[in-house]
């Protein structure tokens, strides 16, 4: 099993949002995102996302580069997350 992390982040996001008949979508672009606890830094994130007119339905796509310290450790490394929300359950990986 993978070690875990513990903590908090703060972010700032930019958004561009675009609007269909039938869906709406926006790119967002973190201009800083800060990171407290096991992992100390920061990173700097691009996020896709795009939702449906059913309430609480979506998905999102994001590429992260972070800069820090995990447990002491000082460097920099990537993180591919995604998830889809279905009437406000999610599924993330």
């Given at each position: ?30 201009s ?22 059913v309430?609480?339905?979506g ?35």
């Amino acid at each position: 099993m993978c070690p875990g992390a513990a903590g908090t982040f703060e972010l700032k996001l930019c958004r561009w949002a675009c609007t269909t008949k039938k869906t709406t979508c926006s790119v967002a672009r973190l201009s800083t995102r800060h990171f407290r606890g096991d992992l100390n830094g920061a990173g700097r994130v691009e996020v896709r996302t795009a939702g449906t007119k059913v309430k609480g339905s979506g998905g999102y796509v994001a590429i992260e580069k972070v800069m820090g310290a995990p447990n002491g450790r000082h460097g920099t490394f990537f993180l591919q997350h995604s998830g889809i929300v279905n009437r406000e359950a999610q599924q993330l990986r």
